[in-house]
C-alpha cells in the first residue's frame, strides 16, 4: 500500500509498506522507545505477512511504524507500534493504526487485540479513544516484571 494521508493535526505523511532498507530506522525507533524486540524477528514478520508492517515517511524519512500480525484464532493482533518521539502527538500513531486496520478489514477480520504496558497511559489513552476495551490483564507480562493489560476492538 502506499497513501498520502494528513492527520487530524495537519501533519501529512506517506504511509506505505515496510522495505528491508528501513529496518535501520525502525530499530532505531524501536530502541528509542524501549520496546522489546529485535531485526531478526521484524524480518521474519515481514517475511510472513508483508501486507502487516506498515511506516510513517516524513519527507524520506521513516517517522513510525506500526506491524499487526494474524493470530492462529484468525484475528489481528498489534505486535508492535512506536513513533520517533520528535514526531509524537501529531496524529502519526493514529494514522498508523487507521491504515492497519484497513489491511486487517481487507482480509475480512473483525477483531484485533493488542497488550499494553500497564504504566502507558499515553498508548492507552490513543486506544480507548479508538474504540479498544480492556478484556484482560497478565501479570509479570514484560521482562521487567511490569504487567499488561490485554485490549480487544471490533474493526
Ligand atoms: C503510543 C505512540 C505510538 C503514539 O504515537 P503518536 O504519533 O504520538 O500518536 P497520536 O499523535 O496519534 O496520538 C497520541 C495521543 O496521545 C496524546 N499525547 C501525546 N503525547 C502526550 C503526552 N506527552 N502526554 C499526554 N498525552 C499525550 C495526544 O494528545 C494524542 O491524543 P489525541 O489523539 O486525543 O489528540 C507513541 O507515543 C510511541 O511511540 N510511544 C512509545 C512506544 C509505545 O508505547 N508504543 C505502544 C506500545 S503498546
Not at 39 to 61: I, K, T
Not at 124 to 131: D, E, I, K, P, V
Amino acid at each position: 500500500m502506499e497513501l498520502r494521508v494528513r492527520t487530524a493535526k495537519g501533519f501529512e505523511v506517506k504511509i506505505r509498506d515496510f522495505e528491508v532498507v528501513d529496518i535501520r530506522r525502525v530499530m532505531e525507533i524501536e530502541v528509542d522507545s524501549s520496546l522489546d524486540g529485535d531485526a531478526g524477528l521484524y524480518l521474519e514478520l515481514q517475511d510472513e505477512w508483508p501486507e502487516g508492517f506498515l511506516v510513517a515517511e516524513r519527507e524520506g524519512r521513516v517517522v513510525g511504524f506500526i506491524v499487526v500480525i494474524l493470530t492462529p484464532e484468525g484475528e489481528g493482533r498489534v505486535f508492535s507500534l512506536a513513533v520517533d518521539s520528535r514526531f509524537r502527538g501529531r496524529g502519526v500513531g493514529r494514522v498508523l493504526l487507521k491504515a492497519a486496520f484497513g489491511v486487517l478489514r481487507k482480509r475480512k477480520i473483525w477483531y484485533v487485540e493488542l497488550e499494553v504496558r500497564v504504566s502507558n497511559s499515553i498508548a492507552m489513552g490513543l486506544y480507548n479513544r479508538m474504540g479498544f476495551m480492556e478484556v484482560g490483564f497478565f501479570p509479570y507480562y514484560y521482562k521487567d516484571g511490569e504487567g499488561a493489560i490485554l485490549m480487544k476492538k471490533v474493526l
